[in-house]
């Protein structure tokens, strides 16, 4: 069944500061929600409460309309944050083997070979290299490839396209609307165009109280 992603009511501090209060939204099958506003406003702390990363200070997050045993919404999400990840000094192939391994697939698709995922961001050939030896857009692209190796159809991205070039930038918008387009979710903070149509929530942090999100 498609799934849809339910927040309500939710809040989160950092340390004993109120980063965010009383955001609620649903994202459906299908579409994506880029999440927007200045530096300090609570972005990434937002995304790193949806993939269970941190503990809201009040709210849920739940999927509704999914026939999957899950204890938390977490174990179909795709996190891919601010850092890669991957071991400098362990090869592409390696790294990118434990992740498969380690994420597995969730109920209602598989993932793609490792060489079909390298060759997918056009990086085919050289997964036998160490990960360290790459480009920082190379280990960026690399970085999206567990997003394949390993099926999770809700993507939650925090700054995706950093140190893309414009190549890049448009090859992964192809991948998000394909994964758009088999029914899957994505929620991103970006400063940049996914390239793909999506909804906004911005969020706007606080002044002395917060004021929450706009959407």
């Not at 567990?146 to 925090?158: C, E, H, T």
Request: hydrophobic letters at 45%.
């Amino acid at each position: 069944m498609p799934i849809r992603l339910r927040v309500e009511g939710l809040s989160a501090k950092r340390g004993e500061d109120l980063i965010f209060h009383d955001i609620s939204f649903i994202v459906a099958a299908g579409e994506a929600l880029i999440v927007t506003g200045p530096n300090g406003s609570g972005k990434s702390t937002l995304l790193r409460v949806l993939a269970g990363l941190l503990v809201p200070e009040s709210g849920v997050v739940r999927l509704d309309d999914t026939t999957a045993d899950i204890s938390h919404p977490r174990e179909l999400c795709h996190y891919l944050g601010h850092r890669n990840a991957m071991k400098r000094e362990l090869t592409v192939e390696e790294n990118l083997s434990f992740w498969k391994s380690f994420m597995g697939d969730s109920v209602g698709g598989s993932g793609i070979g490792l060489e079909e995922a390298t060759e997918a961001l056009g990086l085919g050939g050289i997964s036998h290299l160490p990960f360290g030896y790459l480009s920082a857009g190379q280990q960026r692209r690399m970085a999206m490839a567990k997003l394949l190796v390993a099926y999770r159809p809700v993507w939650i991205l925090d700054e995706p396209t950093a140190a893309l070039d414009a190549a890049a930038d448009r090859l992964f918008a192809g991948l998000v609307e394909r994964h758009l387009g088999a029914g899957g979710i994505v929620i991103a903070a970006t400063h940049q165009p996914l390239g793909v149509a999506a909804r906004e929530l911005r969020m706007t942090g606080f002044t002395g109280v917060c004021e929450g999100a706009e959407s």
